[in-house]
Structures are given as structure tokens and as C-alpha cells.
């Protein structure tokens, strides 16, 4: 049905964007908030959520009237935008802390007084607490001149999403104080769990609800044995695929990226920049810039680098370490490919590598036990994400996103639909439940490589030195050449054997923590 907005809206379109034609949603959240709904808008990265509160900010035929209060979590990203707005001739103001005093006031006053309102007023969630912003608002709610709110990057607002910030939380203020203004939601990430959260603490429960697809079609996703550190495959990779393209390489720890980055450049003359929460201000901006521009191409990076990223032609993602939870890793890839054309994913596995995230979130302090329990549980998706070698990369991620793919529509765009031939499918029931059955009790430790080389039956010294060669697990997976790690791995990822949780004691040392070993004896049962 045509609204009454539907001709200016199509003009705006056209004549101050620039865009022949709406993308999949968009409409349908702009004419859902120009008619005074609240909107909750799910779009993958990159889908265009940005035009869905500032095309209907610019129109005078809505239901809504006045200024649209956009709220996002970076300065920097929201400075991209203000200026993107002002070159199409939008008014725009943003309140940032680090302008000076003189210019806050002067947009305040323009916001309170003045008969020449900007359009649109771009904030942060701290922003929106502080008393003159909440008195500014109020002055403009009294006079029926707030048209609506726009959260963006909402999921920030839960304590279940990855970038909970507590400023996010306090936007339950909005309907509390504002009633009557529409508040529009937007995030690019959301498991079912973290929606809830989102329509409960905004108070939003009779939104319109958007979501499309996260399927990113022109993404190749892969997930590679690690050997060593994974350098001499990465650097393969890229000078074989990637020679001179753009793309960001996921490390760990701070001194991954330094260790990486310098030797792409000194020993593989890939030139690469490291980028982490440890660098300067000024430094990160650099970076950052000559990323922008094209001058810097590669960079090795922590998850740091990220949120508000926007770059269209990022040609390759690896993740030289596993990433921490699946929604992470979808939020890390998706920064390639923005343009559309093909880009690689590639992720570089091996147990070990989860082993010692295992062991440090549970040597985190500073979570609590629950979170501590979610992280954990995010990081075993993870591994079974790279231990899956059969079903469609697509499909496993997007069902975390509790979407259902139908992996025939995956075009072979991932490893496990190339391989899809090749790859043996073997009942390891029998195995599994032996070694089980088997698992000597708990005063024997063994770590995972023991218990590798132990079922591999092993001539090993310290084995024997343990008396391990005694155990009627000794050799009982003899005949099993490579696939004994995988089951063993696998076993450990599926929870059958259980690795023993390390409860931080300030007697025990570092090294004892480093030695502490897999204990077996908590085996679980099988369905
Ligand atoms: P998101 O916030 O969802 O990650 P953005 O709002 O930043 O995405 O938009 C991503 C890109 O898509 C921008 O360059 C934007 O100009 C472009 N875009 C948005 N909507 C359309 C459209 N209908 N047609 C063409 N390009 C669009
Ligand atoms: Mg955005
Ligand atoms: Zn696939």
C-alpha cells in the first residue's frame, strides 16, 4: 500500500543518496519508523542499516517530526558518517567529549533554541547521560520535536552480545524519559538470546522486527591444519592468491601481531602493520589511515581492530588463531568482501591452540563463573565449528545465528561442500566408548599428547618411566593411523573426556599451572 511519504521518500532516495533502488528491508524500516513504530533492523554488515534512520531523518512527510538522535558506540565511526552527511548537504551536529566546551554549547543552544534545528544529532550512549544532554532532550521532547532514536550497534547493550558496554545499558532511559519517541534498533549481530535482551531493555517488545539472511555469498570460507605457527602456509597463501591485495590477519596476543607482522616484512617481504589496544592514539589513527588509503595493505591484528571498520575491498581474512566464539569469527570475516566481489576466509586450526584458550579463560579473575561458563561454551563451538570437516561452513555458522541454511546454496564457496566427495565417513562409536571405558581414574594425570601416544601405543621413554605402558588403554588404537588425534580431539570437544578445570591457587606457581594436565577421569556417558 503507498504510504503518503512514498513519493518523497523515492526522491530523497534518488536525489540526495544517490541510490537508484532499496535494498532488501530497507523500505520496510522506513516506513515502519516514519509511521511512528519502533523498528528493530537485523542486516549482516555492510547491508545498509545507516540509511534506513537517515533517509527518513531528511523527510518532512512522516508522522515524526524533528530531529533524529542517532546513538553509537564510536566517535570516530560516527565522524565518518556526519561528514558522508554533510557532502549530500544534511544538516548534521555530533557531540563528541574531545570538542571544545565553545562548540558543544553553541550545538545545544542550536538544539534548544534556535528555529533551524539540525536534522539529524549524532552521540554517544555516555553522552545521553550526562544532565544537560537529558535536560536538551527533554526540551525538545516537550516541543514534539524528537522524531526518534536510533541505536546502532545495539547489541552492545547485552551482557551476552561481545562488546557489552555498560553506557549501553543505561539507554533504558529512552522510553522511560521519552515515551513517545519511535526507537529504531540496529546490529548486524544477534543470536536469539541477545535479541531478547535488546527488546527487553529498550522497552521495545511491539517493534517491527526485520531480519534478512546473514549469508555472506561471495565469502570462501576455510579452516586449515596449523602447523607451527601457520606462517609458511599464510605467507603461501597470500603471495599465491593475494599478491599485493588488502586483507587483515586475526592474531591472539599483542605480541603475535608485532611477531607476524615483522616477520611478513623482514622475512617474506609481505608489508605488513601490527594494530592493538597497546598502541598510541596517534599511532592506531595511522594505521588506520593508511589502511583507508590503500598505502598500508596488510594487517596483523588483534580483535581490536574492528567495530566500525569500512573497507570495501578486502580481499582475504585469516584468522592465525582461533577466534574466541563463532560470532566473532562471523564479525571478523565479514569485514571481507564488502564490495561483493569474492574474498577468502581462512582459518587456521589446531588443538593445542584451543587448548590454551581453554586455559585462559578459566585463568581469567575477572570474570564471573557464568560468563566464565559462556565464553568457554562459545569457545567449544568453535572447535567443533573446525572439526566439522563434513557439513557446509555456511551452515554451521549460520545456525548460530539460529538461521537454517540450506547448504546447496553455498555454491562450493566453502571447504567442506569442495571436499564434499572426498572426505570418508567413519563410526568412531566403538573407539570412543573404549577409550572411555578404559580412562584410568584420576590419580593417573595425562595430558592430550599422552593420551595420543598412549592409545597409539607409543615406545616412548616417560611413558613407560609413568607406567603408562601398563594402562589397558596402552596401544588400543594402533591401527588407527592420523584419525587417532582427531577422535581424541574430538572426544575432548564433545565433553566425553573432560579436562580438569583449573582453579587458580596463588600457591600454585606458572610453571605448575603450565604442567597442570589433562585429567581423564570424568568421562562422560554417550547418548
Ligand atoms: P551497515 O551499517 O549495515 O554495515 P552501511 O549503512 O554502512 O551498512 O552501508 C554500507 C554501504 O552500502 C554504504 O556504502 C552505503 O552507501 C551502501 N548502501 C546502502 N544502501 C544502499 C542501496 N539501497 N543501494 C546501494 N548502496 C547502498
Ligand atoms: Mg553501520
Ligand atoms: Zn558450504
Given at each position: ?510 610453571e605448575y599451572l603450565k604442567r597442570l594436565l589433562i585429567s581423564c ?7
Amino acid at each position: 500500500m503507498e504510504t503518503p511519504w512514498y513519493s518523497e521518500v523515492q526522491k530523497k532516495l534518488l536525489h540526495v543518496f544517490k541510490v537508484e533502488s532499496f535494498r532488501r528491508n530497507q523500505l520496510e524500516a522506513i516506513n515502519a519508523t516514519l509511521d511512528g513504530q519502533d523498528v528493530f533492523l537485523l542486516m549482516p554488515t555492510g547491508g545498509g542499516k545507516s540509511l534506513c534512520f537517515q533517509l527518513p531523518a531528511i523527510c518532512e512527510t512522516g508522522r515524526t517530526k524533528g530531529v533524529t538522535v542517532v546513538i553509537g558506540p564510536l566517535i570516530s565511526l560516527m565522524d565518518d558518517q556526519v561528514q558522508a552527511l554533510r557532502e549530500k548537504g544534511i544538516d548534521v551536529e555530533a557531540l563528541n567529549k574531545d570538542m571544545p566546551a565553545e562548540k558543544s554549547r553553541e550545538i545545544r543552544q542550536r538544539l534548544r533554541h534556535s528555529s533551524n534545528k539540525p536534522k539529524l544529532l549524532y552521540v554517544t550512549p555516555e553522552r545521553i547521560q550526562l544532565d544537560d544532554m537529558n535536560e536538551t532532550l527533554g526540551l525538545l521532547y516537550r516541543q514534539g520535536l524528537l522524531a526518534r532514536f536510533a541505536v546502532d550497534e545495539v547489541h552492545c547493550i547485552s551482557e551476552w552480545g561481545r562488546d557489552f558496554r555498560d553506557a549501553y545499558k543505561a539507554l533504558d532511559v529512552l522510553r522511560k524519559n521519552f515515551p513517545k519517541v519511535p526507537i529504531m534498533a540496529l546490529t548486524g549481530t544477534a543470536t536469539k538470546r541477545v535479541v531478547n535482551d535488546i527488546v527487553t531493555r529498550l522497552k521495545i517488545e511491539g517493534c517491527l522486527q526485520l531480519r534478512q539472511s546473514f549469508n555472506r555469498r561471495n565469502l570462501n570460507y576455510m579452516v586449515e591444519a596449523k602447523v607451527g605457527r601457520g606462517l609458511a602456509k599464510i605467507v603461501e597463501f597470500i603471495n599465491s592468491k593475494h599478491h599485493g591485495k588488502t586483507g587483515i590477519i586475526y592474531c591472539r596476543s599483542r605480541i603475535d601481531c608485532e611477531q607476524v607482522a615483522g616477520e611478513l616484512c623482514d622475512q617474506h617481504r609481505i608489508p605488513a602493520k601490527y594494530f592493538h589496544a597497546g598502541l598510541d592514539r596517534e599511532t592506531k589513527t595511522q594505521i588506520l589511515q593508511d589502511w583507508q588509503s590503500g598505502a598500508c595493505k596488510v594487517v596483523v591484528a588483534t580483535t581490536a581492530f574492528g567495530m566500525g571498520i569500512d573497507k570495501a575491498d578486502v580481499r582475504f581474512v585469516i584468522h592465525q588463531c582461533l577466534p574466541r566464539s563463532l560470532e566473532g569469527y562471523y564479525q571478523e570475516t565479514g569485514r571481507a568482501g564488502r564490495d561483493g566481489k569474492p574474498a577468502d576466509c581462512v582459518l587456521y586450526y589446531n588443538y593445542g591452540d584451543a587448548q590454551s584458550l581453554f586455559r585462559l579463560i578459566r585463568n581469567e579473575d575477572t570474570t564471573s563463573a557464568e560468563s566464565k561458563e559462556a565464553s568457554e561454551d562459545g569457545l567449544r563451538r568453535v572447535v567443533q565449528f573446525c572439526q566439522n570437516v563434513i557439513d557446509c561452513r555456511r551452515e554451521q555458522v549460520l545456525a548460530y545465528f539460529d538461521e537454517k541454511f540450506d547448504p546447496r546454496d553455498c555454491n562450493e564457496q566453502c571447504d567442506n561442500c569442495r571436499n564434499g566427495g572426498s572426505v570418508q565417513v567413519q563410526d568412531v562409536t566403538e573407539i570412543t566408548k573404549m577409550i572411555v571405558s578404559r580412562m584410568p581414574n584420576d590419580e593417573y594425570r595425562i595430558t592430550r599428547n599422552q593420551l595420543v601416544d598412549i592409545v597409539r601405543g607409543s615406545q616412548k621413554k616417560d611413558l613407560r618411566e609413568k607406567g603408562f605402558d601398563q594402562l589397558s588403554l596402552f596401544g588400543i588404537c594402533k591401527d588407527k593411523g592420523e584419525n587417532v588425534e582427531r577422535i581424541i580431539d574430538l572426544m575432548l570437544s564433545e565433553q566425553y573426556l573432560a579436562t580438569r578445570s583449573i582453579q587458580c591457587h596463588q600457591a600454585w606457581t606458572k610453571e605448575y599451572l603450565k604442567r597442570l594436565l589433562i585429567s581423564c577421569g570424568e568421562a562422560g556417558s554417550f547418548s
